[in-house]
């Protein structure tokens, strides 16, 4: 874990990891989100240098370490070459597969009845008796959107079942707090950040709310490896704007 924690800090700010409490735990507790989150800081490093070969390659090593990040990552590597080699703009293809996103969860549960990944999220979410966001309609979907964008921020779990603090759920709150918050800075940061760099990131978020939004098991988690370079690059932009 101290190997994993250079690699952060070597393509993150260190203070990101202070706003992000979650992966801070993470270093002292047997947990897969401290790897997936350095390969993931990497991935974006290689497609940052169009080093599309290594970007694959870090997006399967994902994958059979997180299935969930390492679809968010292929998605990111197809959002990023679309946008390379095309004159679309982020907005139009986040806009795009949110419609294809929309239109796909009306027949999720006729496609991917034999996926693995589907069925257990399914039988998860149907365990924990929320029947609601499991459906196929339109409002199942945005309540998921909903959900995936605000659940850590505003549903907090500071005690456990026996009533005992729940350092875990105090963090995750911490940590959902402050992504709702750098999401809500990008959208207003105007010229303070580069824009293509702002529009990439903002971008990168969009799509992979949509994505996960697709799950029928709400897990917000995933959106938290995603400001941490968010964070990052707020944080250099800031610093050079003091200085």
Request: contains cysteine.
């Amino acid at each position: 874990n101290s190997l994993l924690l250079l690699v952060i800090c070597r393509y993150a700010h260190p203070a990101s990891l202070m706003l992000q409490p979650y992966f801070l735990i993470s270093a002292v507790l047997p947990s897969k989100d401290l790897l997936v989150l350095a390969l993931f800081l990497l991935f974006l490093q290689s497609l940052s240098r169009h080093r599309y070969l290594n970007a694959c390659l870090l997006t399967l090593l994902i994958f059979l370490t997180r299935d969930g990040a390492g679809l968010i990552a292929t998605l990111v590597l197809c959002a990023h070459w679309v946008l390379l080699r095309t004159a679309f703009s982020p907005g139009f293809v986040v806009l795009v597969f949110f419609s294809c996103a929309s239109t796909l969860n009306f027949f999720m549960g006729v496609l991917f009845d034999d996926l693995f990944i589907f069925t257990r999220n399914l039988d998860i979410a149907e365990s924990e008796g929320v029947y609601d966001l499991t459906g196929s309609d339109l409002r199942s979907f945005w309540t998921r959107i909903f959900g995936n964008l605000t659940n850590l921020a505003f549903r907090p779990v500071f005690f456990d079942e026996r009533g005992d603090f729940a350092l875990l759920g105090f963090l995750y709150w911490l940590s959902g707090v402050f992504s709702l918050t750098a999401l809500v800075l990008y959208l207003f940061a105007g010229k303070r950040f580069d824009v293509n760099t702002r529009r990439f990131y903002l971008c990168m978020f969009g799509l992979s709310l949509c994505l996960i939004s697709l799950n029928p098991l709400v897990q917000p988690r995933y959106l938290l490896m995603l400001t941490i370079p968010m964070v990052s690059v707020g944080i250099q932009r800031c610093a050079a704007h003091i200085w």
